[in-house]
């Protein structure tokens, strides 16, 4: 303790006691912002857009609350199955997570990376089956 009344026990042991704080509080700081989901104003347009592809009309203000809490969810067990190592050794992520992938590529779709024709009209991409009149697509396949 004779170490505590010299000036420079006291510039140590101060020191120490304001590493711990920092610590500490830098750690609850980085696990909150980790923990944090944001849902941009673009993908709630997104989610808008296909609700209005899928039904022929806009989403009602419920329904989109509906769309943004079921991303909110969809993101939550996502993050659950991450920490879990869900993700590790599993063929059908792997398989899944390549098939996203090679769906990216525009070597791969044989266009541009926004799925556009010269004239600007949207061409469907890999596993997107066509009526037989060409109207439109009938659905989607992996």
Known sequence: MKLLREPLGQFVAL???????????????ASDEARRIAITESEIELLATTWERQWQRAPTAKELH??????????????????????????????R????????????????PSHGAEDGTAVPGPGVARRPDGSGATGLFR
């Open 66 to 95: 509906a769309l943004v809490d079921s991303r909110v969810r969809e993101e939550v067990l996502y993050r659950e199955a991450l920490a879990l190592g869900l993700d590790r050794n599993d063929v059908v992520v792997r398989r």
């Open 97 to 112: 997570m390549g098939g996203a992938r090679a769906g990216t590529r525009p070597e791969r779709r044989g266009g541009s």
């Open 15 to 29: 020191g120490i006691v304001l590493f711990v704080v920092y610590a500490l509080a830098s750690d609850l700081l």
